[in-house]
């Protein structure tokens, strides 16, 4: 999960950001100004955006409305010690999808997180891609190579898709396992090896035609 934080509190913002990449393994930009979260948010893609309420150059609620204005869909997250319910209410006006009051625990922060980013906010994506010599169809969820078939099960599908979105990227296997299983599945990260290994089996490919290349120690990419 790919997150800005826009904090302007040193030691809160350094140990929110430092706690969303070490317990959940998440991409983290953190800003400490209104203008630069509006810089950020409009200029890359993020899973969500986590505003403070009250920031030198913007506050929370200020860039929210702004962003929301020009067209952004993605998630919003208002952090701030406001607590009553015109508060609330005005977060959510702006355009904030969720609002958590100062002072939380990381661990119900890391759950609204997952609930977020369950919901979809990105725009409809096309509905076939071709890449190489595969047709990935996710109306139906499923690939052709030529006039065959390839059966993948549900969640090869997914990871396969997620590679596709992300051709070129990088992505952990914190990220894959967050994305394709959640974090607090039942299942450890090896999971995510074996799936990428019966994946290249089901496609005909392998760890050497630098299809789905592997990352050592960090995870896994695709290539064109």
């Not at 296997?173 to 394709?180: G, L, N």
Request: glycine residues 8%; proline residues 2%.
């Amino acid at each position: 999960m790919k997150i800005l934080l826009a904090e302007d509190d040193p030691l809160l913002g350094e140990l929110i950001a430092h706690m969303l990449k070490k317990k959940a393994g998440y991409s983290v930009d953190w800003v400490t100004e209104g203008e630069e979260a509006y810089d950020y948010a409009a200029g890359s893609s993020y899973d969500v955006l986590i505003l403070d309420w009250m920031m030198p150059g913007g506050d929370g609620t200020t860039i929210c409305r702004r962003l929301r204005k020009e067209g952004y869909m993605g998630a919003v997250l208002m952090l701030t010690a406001k607590d009553t319910l015109q508060d609330r209410i005005e977060g959510l006006d702006a355009g904030a999808d969720d609002y958590l009051v100062k002072p939380f625990e990381i661990d119900e922060l890391l759950a609204r997180l997952r609930a977020l980013t369950r919901r979809n906010y990105a725009p409809i994506q096309e509905d076939t891609v071709l890449i190489r010599n595969y047709e990935l169809h996710r109306m139906n969820q499923t690939v052709h190579k030529g006039s065959d078939r390839i059966q993948l099960s549900p969640r090869e599908f997914q990871l396969f898709d997620l590679l596709v979105q992300n051709k070129g990227l990088v992505l952990t296997r914190e990220i894959i396992f967050d994305r394709i299983w959640g974090l607090d599945a039942d299942v450890n990260l090896k999971t995510i090896d074996a799936t990428i290994k019966l994946l290249r089996k089901k496609l005909g490919s392998s760890e050497q035609d630098g299809f789905i290349q592997s990352v050592r120690g960090v995870g896994y990419k695709l290539e064109n």
